[in-house]
């Protein structure tokens, strides 16, 4: 049996949200949970420990590079891996969360089909 990968996913459209757990768990090897918010972020992961963070770039109140900024200072969560969603996917932003440190970016919109294997790719997993 192979281990499961939990997968945080933080976006403040819901109906994504649904659409990337859907993604994650019909390929069987994700658990996966969501929240709407960066300080929801925050705390799930502080509690929960999620093997990756999929985050949203654009949310109001807390946005993703901010969220990201948190996290990294977290001595429980600095070592998460996270992987940008995000329809900001001009050479500009992508150098920007490239200098920020994350894991990598996946634009929207994803292709629902291949999304479980991109989250793999970037993780280095097969």
Known sequence: MRQMLKALYVDDDEDIGTIVELC????????????????????????????????????PEMDGPTTFGHLKESGTTQAIPVIF????????????IRDLGASGMISKPFEPTTFAAEVKSLLGQS
């Open 85 to 96: 969603v995000t329809a900001k996917s001009m050479d500009e932003d992508i150098a920007m």
């Open 24 to 59: 994650l768990e019909l390929d069987g090897t994700f658990e996966t949970r969501t929240v709407t918010s960066g300080r929801e972020a925050l705390a799930e992961a502080e509690t929960w420990n999620p093997d990756v963070i999929l985050l949203d770039y654009m949310m």
